[in-house]
Every structure is written in C-alpha cells, then in structure tokens.
C-alpha cells in the first residue's frame, strides 16, 4: 500500500537494525485518516470472508482494528496482556514472547466472546517474529473458530515470521513489507 509506505518513508524513523518507530501516526499519536484508507484496504483483501469478528493485541492494534472493523461492520476483540499467573475466570490463553521487551506473557481472551461459529480477521501493527500471531492464531484454534487470516500494517520481511507462518498455510497479507533497514540508508521495501 502506497500511501502507507510512503508514510513510513517520510515519518517513521529506525533504530538499530530492528525497530522501526512509528510513534507519530501509527502507535502513538494516531492518523486516522490513514487508519480508514489501512481498514478499506483490509475489507478489499478480505471481502469474501464472511468475517464476524476482529482479533488483536493490546494496546497499539486496538486502534486499527477498530477502524477495520467499521469496515467490515463487526465487533472487536482485543487479546490482554497480563504477566501474572493467576488469570481468573473463563479464558483462552496463550504464551506469548514480546519482540520488543523480550519477555513472555500471557495473552488472554474471554470464552463468551470467541466461539465455533466465529470467523475471524486477526490485526496487528507489526509483523517481525510471528510470536503475537501465533498466540492469536492459538486462542482461535483453542475457540473452535475459524480463522481466515491476518491483515498486518508492517512486516519486517527480513524477519522470520512472515515466511514461517506462510510456510504454515496461514494467510498474512501486509500492506507494507520491509526488505531492510538502518538507520544511515532508512527503509527499503519489498518490490
Ligand atoms: P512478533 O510477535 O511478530 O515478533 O512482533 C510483533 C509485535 O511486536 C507487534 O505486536 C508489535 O507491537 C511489536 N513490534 C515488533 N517489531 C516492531 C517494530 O519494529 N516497531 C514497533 N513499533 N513494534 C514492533
């Protein structure tokens, strides 16, 4: 998606070799211009999928989920994080390695809000190791639901998670795919 990579060119800034900050319109401070033209382009790709429901993580997919969602006229569900083991009630979890604190978590979701005869679009911000995917694709699998696929603003194609989880059957469609990046030449994009 053009306008997206265009965005990142201009605004996003990276550091290191791995991260690449989008704080000032995608998971800070928030465009939601940018977040309708992001949602309409997952409805296009998505269209024939009867979704009913949205997944993400919390926190920073939970705003572009929830435009998405507008689009595709469905409620969304936002998997929380929690470092405890003392998670109370009736929930799916899954564990969960956080690329950019490096420690594990717990994800959960609540039973009453996934089941059987969901169908659902999973949206995240970013794509790197696959690690918050997987969790999310887990308590789907755990739910009975089906899952038609993962609609992703930023995948980090350099990163193994997007091939791994392709390799796998998955259908991940990222609307901008990073081939490299540093922080003297910036980012390329995938042709
Ligand atoms: P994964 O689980 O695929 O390794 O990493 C995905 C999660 O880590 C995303 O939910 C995102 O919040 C965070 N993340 C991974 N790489 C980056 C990055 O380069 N920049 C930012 N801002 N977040 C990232």
């Known amino acids: 998606m053009k306008l997206l990579e265009q965005r990142i060119l201009r605004d996003g800034k990276v550091k290191g070799t791995d991260i690449l900050k989008v704080d ?3 998971n800070h401070q928030m465009d939601v211009k940018l977040f309708a033209e992001i949602g309409k382009e997952f409805k296009r790709l998505f269209a024939d999928c009867d979704v009913n429901k949205i997944l993400t993580i919390e926190a920073s997919g939970i705003g572009i989920a929830c435009i998405t969602a507008q689009f595709f006229d469905c409620p969304v569900i ?3 994080k ?3 083991k003392n998670i109370a009630g009736d929930v799916y979890t899954s564990k969960v390695t ?3 604190h490096g420690r594990v978590y717990d994800i959960m979701v609540a039973k009453e809000f996934l089941g059987p005869s969901d169908k659902v679009l999973v949206i995240d911000d970013f794509l790197a190791n696959g690690a ?3 969790g999310l694709f ?3 699998d755990q739910a009975g639901a089906q899952l038609v ?4 603003c930023v995948e980090k194609a ?3 998670g997007g091939d791994m989880l392709r390799k796998k059957g998955y259908r991940i469609e990222s609307l901008a795919r990073v081939q490299s990046m540093d922080e003297e030449h910036g980012v390329k994009f995938v042709d």
């Open 24 to 26: 000032s319109f995608l």
């Open 78 to 80: 936002f998997a929380k």
């Open 82 to 84: 929690s470092q405890t």
């Open 98 to 100: 956080s690329f950019t």
């Open 132 to 134: 918050a995917l997987e």
């Open 138 to 140: 887990d308590v789907i």
């Open 149 to 152: 696929g993962a609609g992703i």
């Open 158 to 160: 350099f990163q193994p």
